[in-house]
């Protein structure tokens, strides 16, 4: 009867005196063939060039094993997973909420967080609600959701075609960038700033300052935005 005593797996490879078998086909340092050499000899040798003797493929009859400095391997194998992951593109649908009859100025907020999106590499999920009296006039959110299209046309398309979800009207725009290019170019634009307060460090404080208030900016639009959609529900019951 087989039973499970618990512990966990490890997935590190055997190295040194944790390698248990007779012989090994054995790499070199370089990556050269040395052949299928007894455990005793291939630890011999990886004592002689101050290495570690790897089990790289212990699936091989006999097992592959190299001469490599492992604590070297482990930190670039780390440094190289956490660079992909930093790489990695990840698909996020921000949604902007509008009404029909939304005032100038906060279509102009809500549609600067749009194009910021855009820009960034981001789908856009724009849903307009009608509250009310206006669910009898489907038009004048179908008309907006076209208005925001072709404001932000030059930064996206229209992914997925205005259509009525119940009380909303729902329309998905695509950014023309990727993700990858989006985070491409913010860390090269990063990357031009370090370099311009390194080489004009008496205008470091005041780029520091104007990124401070364009960060406070972007956080008073926010909150304009997140007000706006509390206020929607105390609008409707008024007109209904």
Not at 25 to 40: F, T, W, Y
Not at 143 to 159: S, T
Request: net charge neutral; proline share 5%.
């Amino acid at each position: 009867m087989w039973c499970y005593l618990g512990g966990s797996i490890s997935a590190e490879p055997r190295i040194n005196d944790r390698i248990r078998v007779p012989e090994v086909r054995l790499v070199g340092p370089s990556g050269e063939q040395v052949g299928i050499v007894p455990l005793a000899k291939a630890l011999e040798l990886a004592q002689e060039y101050d290495l570690d003797l790897v089990e790289v493929a212990a699936t091989a009859r006999p097992p592959v094993c190299k001469l490599m400095d492992y604590g070297k391997f482990k930190y670039e194998s780390a440094m190289k997973a956490r660079e992909a992951r930093k790489n990695q593109a990840h698909t996020v649908i921000k949604e902007m909420k509008l009404r029909p009859k939304i005032d100038p100025h906060d279509y102009d907020t809500k549609k600067g967080h749009v194009v910021r999106f855009l820009k960034q590499g981001d789908k856009v999920k724009i849903t307009i609600m009608f509250r009310g009296r206006e669910q009898s006039r489907p038009e004048l959110g179908y008309r907006l959701l076209q208005r925001l299209a072709e404001d932000v046309q030059d930064l996206g398309f229209i992914e997925s075609n205005p259509k009525q979800d119940g009380r909303n009207m729902i329309m998905v725009l695509g950014p023309h960038k990727k993700k990858t290019e989006a985070m491409a170019e913010a860390r090269q634009a990063q990357e031009a700033r370090k370099a311009e307060a390194k080489a004009n460090p008496g205008r470091s404080q005041n780029a520091a300052d104007a990124d401070a208030v364009n960060a406070e900016g972007d956080v008073e639009s926010d909150v304009v935005s997140a007000e706006a959609d509390a206020e929607a529900p105390a609008e409707a019951s008024a007109e209904a």
